[in-house]
């Protein structure tokens, strides 16, 4: 099997993408933004240009192409389903519009309409934006539960809290919204324990899976014990090697059967009349009104049959390594400080790690990281500002002590981020090298490195005199231009 993952491995769009330095060296990009969205798989990239002399759209219905079409999407919705072990019978899979974002606002609506009389979502306290705006928006109340606490390194949700919160509020709960893993620590959640709690205490479990999929097996149904299976799952094509492809929710039927979707419109009727409408009963078809993006859900099929392949098992055992590994080392690094129990045997992670270096921003590190090192980290709060403001505390409070009230909200803002570093499975033990020479690098010269940049209007480090060309790096007109100049000689 090591084979095959190492061929796919190297098969990534945009693994050779060079760019020139601040120092005027060109060097090959190390991509550590996976956290964010993936790079394209070749066998994905390569599926989707194959369907596209077939494509055409699957609402039209007896030409070959309409017919190739709509069975290569069916087959996508099937392959998301049996990817994630969800019974057919059971369970739909539908995409939807913006990632998981959408999928996740989707059914915080469906939730609305179904048990109106319960008015409480609990989610918890190491949520993305995404999983948690949509339940205040549209549950009546939400409870954020805390994490376990390591000598104060945050872990997994606290399910003792999670039980009490349950028993206390039992019959007033919509369901509990949790992450699977987390996309700023990359801690891993038992989610099979939270849907069995949840179960117990007569509610539903919906799972932010937007970071386990690409990395963690994931079993949605088929748990011996019934209880441990899940009620949702939503996901994002574009952070499962499959950018340009639609988000995906995946849902027991029985729950959406009995409301009407959320959306109208084209494709999900059987018949209008000028006062009224009859849904299909179908599903999927109820669930997606218009034309879906059908080339980006089938590139996202294809991904998911190679992950299926080489064995969602052996994928998380080689970047459990991976990430592991690289935890170690960069441990070792002085001024070094990481977010979130770093010990995997406590707490294990997947993919991803965030950390600051001291007495730098999070902000100028990621320059340094981008600039001098071709090293594409994300940094910020990651749109979870409760969980990362919740770990910097401690740095907020040593600000506090130290500078009067004027300079406390500058000091603020400089210390209320992190920088990550995220991974995917292209990312070899070079890469995470390069990642630690550079921190190593970065920690040693921090003066040096500080003296170079400096802050402009909108918050953004800008260096002295290197100033980033995007148009002379890469630009789509220029690439249009030189197209269409080719086309007329
Ligand atoms: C855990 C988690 N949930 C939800 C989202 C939102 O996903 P999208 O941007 O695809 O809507 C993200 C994005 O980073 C995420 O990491």
Known sequence: MMDLFQKIQGDFIGLDTMYTLADGRKTRRVYL????????????????????????????????????????????????????????????????????????????????????????????????????????????????????????????????????????????????????????????????????????????IIVDGAQMIAHLPVKISGHKNSNRNLDAFIFSGHKTYAPGSPGAVICRKDILRDIEPEEVGGGMVDNVFLDRYIISEEFPTREEAGTPNIAGAIGLAAVLEVLDTIGMDFINKVESQLINNTLKQIKQIPNVHIYGETDYSICPRSACISFNIKDMDHGLVAAILNDYHNIAVRNECFCAHPYVKEMILDDLLEATTKLNEEDFEDAFKLKSGMVRASFGIYNTDDDAEELVKAMKNISENRDYYSDLYSLDERGNYVHSSFKM???????????????VNQKQV
Request: glycine share 6%; hydrophobic share 35%.
């Open 33 to 204: 933004d996976s956290t964010a969205s993936t790079l394209m798989m070749g066998a994905a990239h390569s599926a989707i240009q194959e369907f596209y002399n077939h494509y055409a759209n699957t609402h039209s219905l007896l030409h070959f192409s309409a017919k190739i079409s709509t069975q290569e999407y069916q087959w996508a919705h099937d392959r998301v389903l049996s990817f994630l072990q969800a019974d057919q019978e059971t369970y739909t899979c539908f995409f939807t519009g913006s990632g998981s974002t959408a999928g996740i606002n989707r059914l915080a609506r469906v939730f609305r309409k179904y048990q109106p009389e319960r008015e409480i979502a609990i989610i918890s306290l190491m949520e993305h934006h995404s999983n948690d705006l949509p339940h205040r928006k549209y549950a009546q109340k939400v409870i954020h539960i805390p994490l376990d606490n390591h000598d104060g390194q945050p872990g997994c949700i606290n399910l003792d809290y999670l039980e009490n919160v349950l028993k206390t509020n039992r019959g007033k709960i919509k369901y509990v919204a949790v992450t699977g893993v987390s996309n700023v620590t990359g801690i891993i959640n038992p989610i099979y324990d939270i849907a069995e709690l949840a179960h117990d205490h007569d509610t539903f």
């Open 469 to 483: 060309n995007g148009l002379e790096q890469f630009s789509i007109k220029s690439y249009v231009d030189h197209y």
